[in-house]
Each structure stands twice: as structure tokens, then as C-alpha cells.
């Protein structure tokens, strides 16, 4: 963020040394003493942008007070990072000096925004002036007061404005009793007419100006599909082609997906060629890593010559948008040994004394065939400007989502500008940042740019878990800058509960994505319930990394129609399409977690209970939130169990559920409540 271009006229004082390490005390800057502080929302004192989405309207509030007893105005003042001209809007008092105000938002760009405040001279005055005449104390110099505050205003105002108070003024000098005088004062007309035009008297603004990224609706909602592209077709050992995988794309889509997220399709190295499960000795048919990218034929701005060109690939990308879908593309800052880069820019990478290059690493995994560049080599500028011009390269073939391999791997600075550059010249791209790492980092990459995150759902297996997890996501200060998207399982991840728990597991999971987050993800094969995992590892057997493979999208076992009716469920219900709306709620048995979420008007509530065992039957005396939910505790409503399309008439806060996993692991209830026009039942949502 730039630096701020508005000072606070608000009282300051600063610390110096007098050159005997004493320190003493400066004179303020200015003779404001109005304090504003503690605004919100802010990220680290202003340094990271808050997040929100086009549409949304975001709620600034602060601490605002000064000594003694005047009243204040507080105004919170934003604008469009383009604009140069200041928006303002009033902010209504709170409670306890704290003052809130809102502002909508139309534009997917960057906004930039700050609190002000000065005094009400007029309004401090009616109070000072009505407490004196009911105590019954001389008021007429008071009354002077105040005629002068409004002969102020009248010459600071512009007609009608002036007019209206010229004719206040009139009657107020015509009148000799002192109780006419005082009651045409505290007219509330007249009270309007002076502070829409008195002086700001003591105005502060804010020390900073704090900055808000607002991107498109799919920042926060959307549910992603992920595929290698190379594993699409119908023969064994054969890649298949752009135009084949749009035979796939009908569908991915009558499943529900908003996103269709492909691995690399650039050309894949030769050199150190991995081979089936990670196998370092490849056979002369292996087709190598798509992570490792690079050969002769080209590196990051090029097609993969199996998969087609760069003309197939446009015309794939425009069917995917036909299908209502839009492209995600893998941006993964790998190098083969034999990418164009290692020959043309070798002052990119690290070099070792012997001369040779050091291959990736992060023990106990080994990437021989990848080279790591060096983002604080002595071009790092080159550097810099070449990723960028990648990212911009397949903004141009219509890619407006990135979604970035091991992005805690290089410099969150890096990333911080990156990011913002491409977004100065196309406000709707998307990242999300696949960082499995430590949490720190992880919400550091958040806070300096990234869209979305991935997170620790995939190991988050118990009510507690969940529970704690949750609620830092959606209710501390991470919800304004790090949102999260809920992938069940990745290439690199196949979670131990998949593994052991088969087609139960598979579906209560892919409840808890699809209803705790609004973005969430599955790697193809999930709807397979494909779970083969290397011995002891939380890694594929047979991993389409290391070779093509050639999917029976019919197999029996799958549960293709209960993803279609998870994304369904999503789509219909608005509810589910946030964050923060999230609670959870009583639930008599630790195996069986229960929350829901509601739109502000209460008019889409929607509760889910998830049997957390894959093995075991459970049943759980819920609580149902009426109190939250606007329900009398006499008031008829409906429990529409939009999973089995059972529906319970409930009076009351208890409900008894039995969730088999070998049935139905989880119940997903719309709440409907019951009322009444002339004697009609009326059911709505």
C-alpha cells in the first residue's frame, strides 16, 4: 500500500532525545484534540487491504472522543482507488464513543477509505443552553451565542439554504421575549439548516488512509473441479487433446462445478523424467510430471504439444465459458532442467560451485526434475517482470483465475506485486494460493494479495477441530482478509479418512466442504470415491502426476449424483453462499457436528448435521436455534431434510437425528416456517 496522502489533524505528540538519552515532549502538531482510533477494519495497522466482493456493503467502525463534553460528527469518507474526489457518508453513534458507518460497493477494483470527525458547535450549544434554562439560570449571552453560530452558517450557505436561515434569524432578532427566542433555537428545522453548513470546527481525520480490495462475486463462492487434461481420453497410455477434454466438459458441468481448474499443460522436461509412482527410472512411454515444466518446444507461455496448441487451447477455454463455467489455470514457478530459461537466463538460478544447478528439494521428497529459480538473484527485476508477463500472457487467452503451486516457497513481496500489478490491469483475475504450511505464512500470503487459500480442512476430522478451526476462519480477524476454499482431497493429498472410510467418508466430507465454506474443491476421482493410496502415505497409488490415466466416469460405487445434489443444495440456498454467517449449534453427541448458516433477513436458514464416523451409526439430540432463527417457542415450523426430502412439522428447540453412514451420513434442513393469510398455510423459506 502506498503511503498515506492524508494526515490526521488530530493531536500528536512525539518522543525525541535531547542527545543525553533523555526524552522529552514535543508540541503538538496541531491544536485538534478529537482521538480517533482502533478503526476497523484494519490489517495490521493499515499495511495489508481488507477483502470483500462486488455488491457487499462494508461497515467501517471506530473509537472517536475528545476531552470535555462537546458533541462530535463523526463521516466516513471512501473512493475508488481511480477517483480523486472523496465520497462521504455519516456515521451514527454506537454506543461507548464507538461510532459505525457503511458504504456499498459497486466496482470490482480497489477502494480507499478513512474516518473523519469534527465538532457540532450548534448541537453542543442546544444542549448547553437547554440544561441552563432548566436549571433556570440567565441564558441571554447564551442566546447571543447561538444567533451568532446561525448567522455563521447563513454566510457559509447556499440558497435555498441561506434563505431559510436569513428567515430564522428574522424572527429570532423581531423577538423580544427570551422563551421565544430559546424555543425558535432548539427548532429542529433550524438545527438541520446549521449543521449541514456550520464550520468543521476541530476536524481530525483519520492518520491513514486503510484500503479495501473488492473483488467479483467468485472471490468468495464457487465450486471447483480439478483435472489433469492429459488424462481426459478413452486409450490407455494416450494423452488426450484439448478437443477431447471438451467432451468431459457437459459433464463437470451438469454436477454443479463453477470452476474447471486444470494442472500444467506446458511442455514437461526430459531431463530426470520421473516415472510411475515418482519412479526415478522412467520408461521411454512415461510422460514425466506436468509440474516439471519446460523442453525445447518451450516452458510457462506454452502448450504442451500433446494436448494441442495454443489455438486449441483458446477454443477449450472458450467452451468451458459456453458450458457457464470458467477456467483455472495452474501457475507453478518450476523449471525443468531443460526449460528455456536455465539456457537463456541462467543468472536465474542458484548455481553451486562446481557450476551445477541444485535440484528442488523439501525432505524427505525429492523433485530431480526440478530446477527452483532464485527470486533474489542479481536480476531479480528480470525475474519478476517474466512472471508477470506470464500471468498477463494467458490473461490474454481469456485465463481470469490462477490458482499458484507452493506460493510460500518464494517472497511474499513477490507476491504482493504481482499480484497487485496484474489486478491494476485486469481487476477480475483470481489467486488462490496452494500453501499447505504454517499458519503464519500462510495468512501472510493472504493479507499481502492472494483471493483465496487453501487450508487445514483436509486434516480437520473431529467435532472440536472443525469447530475451533471454524470459527477462527469466519469469526476472528481472518475473515476480512483470508478466505478459504475447503478442497476434500488433492493430487498430492489423499487423507487417511478417505483412505479407510470409503463411499461414508467420501460423502460426509463432501458435506462438510460444500456447506462450511463457499468455495470448495474436488480433485477428479473424488465422485469415484478413488482412494488407493501408496502404503502409508497420504499419496495416490498409480498418481496421474506420473502417468495418463484412463477414468470409467461410470464405475459402480460412485456418487456423481450426490455431488450434483450438494451443488444444487448450494446454488438454491444463498446462505450458503457466505462465510461469516456461520454458527455452530448444541449437539448431544461429539461424533455428530451440527451448525448452520442463515441470510441476514433470516428468509434462507439452512442447519447441517454430520455424522463424523464412517463406521459407526449415530444418533444426536439437536438444538435447533429458533431464538436466532426468529421462532417463537409456539410457532409451528418445517425441518425440510433437503437431502432425503423428508420433512418434519416442529414445535419447539429439540430434535432427535439418526444418521446411518452406510444410508446417509448427514441431514441438510431448510428451515420454513409456518404462517398464516386468511386462513391459508403459507410455507416459505
Known amino acids: 500500500m502506498s503511503e498515506p496522502r492524508t494526515k490526521s489533524d488530530r493531536q500528536r505528540t512525539r518522543r525525541s532525545h535531547d542527545g543525553t538519552g533523555e526524552s522529552r ?33 462494508v461497515e467501517v467502525s471506530a473509537d472517536i472522543f475528545k476531552e470535555g463534553h462537546d458533541v462530535l460528527v463523526s463521516v466516513l469518507r471512501y473512493r475508488t482507488i481511480e477517483e480523486t474526489a472523496w465520497h462521504e457518508t455519516a456515521m451514527q453513534h454506537v454506543d461507548n464513543d464507538r461510532w459505525a458507518g457503511y458504504f456499498d460497493l459497486s466496482e470490482n477494483t480497489r ?10 458547535t450548534f448541537e ?47 424572527r429570532w432578532r423581531s423577538s423580544d421575549a427570551q422563551e421565544a427566542q430559546l424555543s425558535l433555537a432548539l427548532h429542529a428545522e433550524l438545527s438541520k439548516l446549521v449543521e449541514r453548513h456550520q464550520e468543521r470546527t476541530a476536524w481530525t481525520l483519520y492518520d491513514r ?20 487434461p492429459r488424462s481426459q481420453g478413452t486409450i490407455p497410455g494416450k494423452s488426450s487433446t484439448f478437443k477431447e477434454c471438451e467432451k468431459r466438459l457437459p459433464a463437470i458441468k451438469a454436477m454443479g462445478f463453477d470452476v474447471l481448474y486444470l494442472t500444467p499443460i506446458h511442455p514437461i522436461g526430459r531431463t530426470n523424467r520421473k516415472g510411475k509412482n515418482n519412479s526415478l527410472m522412467p520408461l521411454p512411454t512415461d510422460p514425466g510430471s506436468p509440474y ?12 504442451e504439444p500433446s494436448l494441442g496448441t495454443i489455438e486449441d487451447f483458446d477454443r477449450f477455454e472458450k467452451a468451458v465459458r459456453a458450458q457457464g463455467m470458467e477456467l483455472a489455470m495452474d501457475f507453478a514457478i518450476n523449471c525443468s532442467p531443460d526449460h528455456p530459461y536455465v539456457k537463456e537466463h541462467p543468472e536465474w538460478f542458484a548455481h553451486r560451485p562446481d557450476g551445477t544447478i541444485k535440484y528442488a528439494e523439501n525432505p524427505p521428497k525429492k523433485y530431480q526434475d526440478i530446477f527452483n529459480v532464485d527470486f533474489y538473484c542479481q536480476d531479480w527485476r528480470g525475474l519478476w517482470n517474466e512472471m508477470k508477463r506470464v500471468i498477463l500472457f494467458w490473461a490474454s487467452h481469456g485465463v481470469r483465475i490462477f490458482r499458484v503451486d507452493n ?22 483475475v483470481l ?16 493479507k499481502a494479495g492472494f483471493t483465496q487459500s487453501y487450508t487445514y480442512f483436509t486434516w480437520r476430522n473431529f467435532k472440536q477441530e472443525l469447530t475451533e478451526y471454524l470459527t477462527e476462519l469466519s469469526k476472528t480477524e481472518m475473515k476480512e482478509y483470508f478466505r478459504p476454499n475447503f478442497f476434500t482431497n488433492t493430487p498430492d493429498i489423499l487423507p487417511e479418512i478417505l483412505q479407510q472410510g470409503g463411499q461414508p467418508a467420501f460423502k460426509f466430507r463432501l458435506v462438510l466442504a460444500a456447506t462450511l465454506s463457499p468455495s470448495y474443491g474436488i480433485y477428479s476421482g473424488y465422485e469415484l470415491c478413488e482412494n488407493r493410496a501408496l502404503p502409508g502415505r497420504e499419496e495416490y497409488l498409480d498418481s496421474e502426476k506420473y502417468e495418463i490415466a484412463v477414468w470409467d466416469w461410470n464405475r459402480p460405487g460412485h456418487i456423481v449424483d450426490y455431488v450434483t445434489l ?27 457436528v451440527f451448525y448452520g448458516k442463515s441470510t441476514a433477513d433470516k428468509r434462507n436458514a439452512v442447519l447441517v448435521a454430520v455424522n463424523l464416523s464412517p463406521f459407526h451409526y449415530q444418533e444426536a439430540h439437536l438444538r435447533i436455534p429458533i431464538d436466532a432463527l426468529g421462532i417463537k417457542p409456539e410457532d409451528t415450523y418445517q425441518l425440510h431434510n433437503v437431502i432425503t426430502d423428508r420433512r418434519d412439522l416442529m414445535v419447539g428447540d429439540s430434535y432427535i437425528v439418526r444418521l446411518d453412514p452406510q444410508v446417509e451420513p448427514a441431514a441438510i434442513f431448510v428451515v420454513r416456517r409456518w404462517t398464516h393469510r386468511e386462513q391459508d398455510v403459507d410455507f416459505f423459506s
Open 25 to 57: 515532549i514535543t508540541m503538538p502538531s496541531t491544536s485538534s484534540s478529537i482521538v480517533i482510533e482502533h478503526v476497523q477494519p484494519e490489517i495490521d495497522g493499515g499495511r495489508w487491504p481488507a477483502k470483500r466482493e462486488v455488491g457487499d456493503r
Open 111 to 120: 477502494y480507499l477509505y478513512t474516518v473523519g470527525a469534527f465538532t457540532n
Open 124 to 170: 453542543s450549544w442546544r444542549q448547553e443552553v437547554t440544561k441552563k434554562s432548566e436549571a433556570g439560570e440567565r441564558i441571554e449571552s447564551e442566546l447571543l451565542e447561538g444567533r451568532a453560530l446561525v448567522e455563521q452558517a447563513a454566510k457559509r450557505a447556499d440558497e435555498p439554504g441561506r434563505a431559510n436561515l436569513e428567515e430564522f434569524l428574522r
Open 209 to 228: 488512509e486503510l484500503e479495501l480490495v473488492v473483488d467479483r462475486v467468485r472471490a468468495r463462492y464457487g465450486a471447483w473441479y480439478e483435472i489433469f
Open 292 to 303: 516439471a515444466i519446460g523442453n525445447e518446444l518451450g516452458g510457462h507461455d506454452a502448450v
Open 407 to 428: 506460493p510460500h516457497t518464494k517472497p511474499v513481496s513477490f507476491w504482493g506485486w504481482l499480484i497487485r500489478e496484474v489486478q491494476a490491469q485486469h481487476p477480475d
Open 431 to 446: 489467486f488462490l494460493s496452494e500453501a499447505f504450511t504454517k499458519p503464519k505464512m500462510m495468512k501472510a500470503l493472504a
Open 566 to 592: 450438494m451443488n444444487r443444495i448450494r446454488q438454491d440456498n444463498l446462505a450458503l453462499h457466505e462465510l461469516e454467517n456461520l454458527e455452530f449449534y448444541e449437539s448431544s453427541n461429539d461424533q455428530v
